[in-house]
């Protein structure tokens, strides 16, 4: 399974977009980049997910490179409500089986 | 629709003690897995389960086991309690395995505090 290097900490202005990079330089052809997030003990939420194409949604923006080693999700307008950890998650081959690494604690700024 | 669901929300036994958790699946979700996560750290995958059989096992001892019913709930089970089995558990769930298409979707967890 490719695993994932994310900045421990990121802050970010409310209001502004916050950008949390990804990288996974050993990712191979047929795994997907998924993101999550958890919020203070509760169970991770779904946000986005893609293979090769940027993908969009009512809650994020993935931005994948080329080269799919690295990747950045976006969120387009941070509110408070949007601090959290962040997880980037390269599928594994096992079936659904995640490796979720340390993630990135989002901390979002009145 | 309702989410991924699990019972207890808390929990608090002794070292020793054996331990099961519950969790109910979305409807139609057939695949369920399992996740320890220990403060301050991210969640660790235990075990998946899909059509009652387990499809993946992650680094855990024999003392964690799961099964899957036929209405494609689950239960985890810890033998022999240790302190550091102190955590929170995650149950999720997905419409099938799969190489990647099929995101999870986990419920709110049950912590488990073991004295």
């Known amino acids: 399974d490719a695993k994932t290097t994310q900045p421990t900490s990121m802050d970010c202005a409310e209001g502004r977009a916050a950008n949390l990079p990804c990288n996974h330089s050993t990712i191979s052809g047929n795994e997907y980049v998924y993101w999550y997030r958890q919020i203070h003990s509760q169970g991770p939420q779904y946000i986005i997910h893609g293979l090769k194409n940027n993908e969009t949604n009512e809650m994020a923006s993935l931005i994948i490179t080329e080269d799919r080693k690295s990747s950045t999700l976006i969120l387009p307008h941070a509110t408070l409500r949007d601090t959290a950890v962040y997880y980037c998650?390269?599928?594994?081959?096992?079936?659904?089986?995640?490796?979720f690494g340390s993630g990135t604690k989002l901390n979002v700024k009145p | 629709d309702a989410g991924v669901t699990q019972s207890p929300t808390h929990l608090i036994k002794t070292r020793g003690q054996h331990v099961t958790l519950r969790c109910s699946p979305i409807?139609?979700?057939?695949?369920v897995s399992w996740y320890q996560q220990v403060l301050g750290q991210g969640p660790q995958f235990i075990f998946q389960y899909y059509e009652k059989e387990e499809r993946g096992r992650g680094n855990f001892p024999d003392r964690f086991s799961a099964r899957q019913f036929p209405n494609y709930s689950s239960e985890l089970n810890v033998n022999a309690l240790l302190l550091g089995d102190s955590a929170l558990y995650l149950c999720?769930?997905?419409?099938?395995?799969?190489?990647?298409?099929?995101?999870?979707?986990f419920g709110p967890g049950t912590r488990l505090t073991v004295t």
């Open positions: 998650i390269v599928k594994g081959h096992n079936f659904n089986k995640f490796y």
């Open positions: 409807s139609g979700h057939k695949s």
């Open positions: 999720a769930s997905s419409l099938a395995p799969g190489q990647g298409r099929y995101e999870q979707y």
